[in-house]
């Protein structure tokens, strides 16, 4: 079973950045896909950016060159730097893990919200 924890969520002026983390731990060594979604209240549950474990990175055309995915392999970490945000940003911001290659399971966080507000 794999365990995804995320934090780092919190009210941020329009503007602004914040960075949020999902810690990943348990049985891990066949999750080869992380990404980051987001949902608002009303809308569907947005792919906003992946990250496979040889580091390639793909991002929605949304949050393109605002937003950066990233890893840390040592601590089991997966990260999301937020910069720009704007008030359409706020949403509940889901980590979300794969084993594309293996078993096909994949796994979600509980959520951190983002409120973007003046």
């Known amino acids: 079973q794999v365990q995804l924890v995320e934090s780092g969520g919190g009210l941020v002026q329009p503007g602004g950045s914040l960075t949020l983390s999902c810690r990943v731990s348990?049985?891990?060594?066949?999750?080869?896909?992380m990404a980051w979604q987001r949902q608002s209240p009303g809308k569907e549950r947005e792919l906003l950016a992946h990250?496979?474990?040889?580091?390639?990175?793909k991002y929605a055309d949304s949050v393109k060159g605002r937003f950066t995915i990233s890893r840390d392999n040592v601590e089991n970490l997966v990260f999301l730097q937020m910069n720009s945000l704007m008030p359409e940003d706020t949403a509940v911001y889901y980590c979300?893990?794969?084993?594309?290659?293996?078993?096909?399971?994949?796994?979600w966080g509980k959520g951190t919200q983002v409120t973007v507000s003046s």
């Open positions: 979300y893990a794969a084993e594309l290659l293996t078993s096909g399971r994949d796994y």
């Open positions: 348990g049985s891990i060594s066949n999750i080869n896909y």
């Open positions: 990250i496979t474990n040889s580091g390639r990175t």
